[in-house]
């Protein structure tokens, strides 16, 4: 049973940087896809950022292409997720998940992190 744990908001002024991290414990494929994904009050979830647990490039959102990067560290069963530049329309709770490969759904979550980017 695989579990994520997802840490590292907080409150950040416009321009400021934020590390998010995801641990993950249990059995975890090498096809497995990691992502990070984002809810704002009142809006619906949506899609960051995402890696393949074996490596490889990551994928991104339009929105936040060239100030976010995932990368993750095997040896520590983590994602990170670095976040540069920060506006205050990427406030949001942030949500790690996985999936078993490309063509599956995310089915295993974390926990949110609230990220608040002050203007």
């Known amino acids: 049973q695989v579990e994520m744990e997802g840490s590292g908001g907080g409150l950040v002024q416009a321009g400021g940087s934020l590390r998010l991290s995801c641990v993950a414990s249990?059995?975890?494929?090498?096809?497995?896809?990691v992502g990070w994904f984002r809810q704002a009050p009142g809006a619906e979830r949506q899609f960051v950022a995402s890696i393949r647990w074996d490596g490889g490039r990551g994928r991104y959102a339009d929105s936040v292409k060239g100030r976010f990067t995932i990368s993750r560290d095997e040896a520590k069963n983590t994602v990170y997720l670095q976040m540069n530049s920060l506006k205050p329309e990427d406030s949001a709770v942030y949500y790690c998940a996985a999936k078993e490969a490309l063509g599956y759904q995310y089915s295993v979550w974390g926990q949110g992190t609230q990220v608040t980017v002050s203007s």
């Open positions: 249990g059995r975890i494929f090498s096809s497995a896809i």
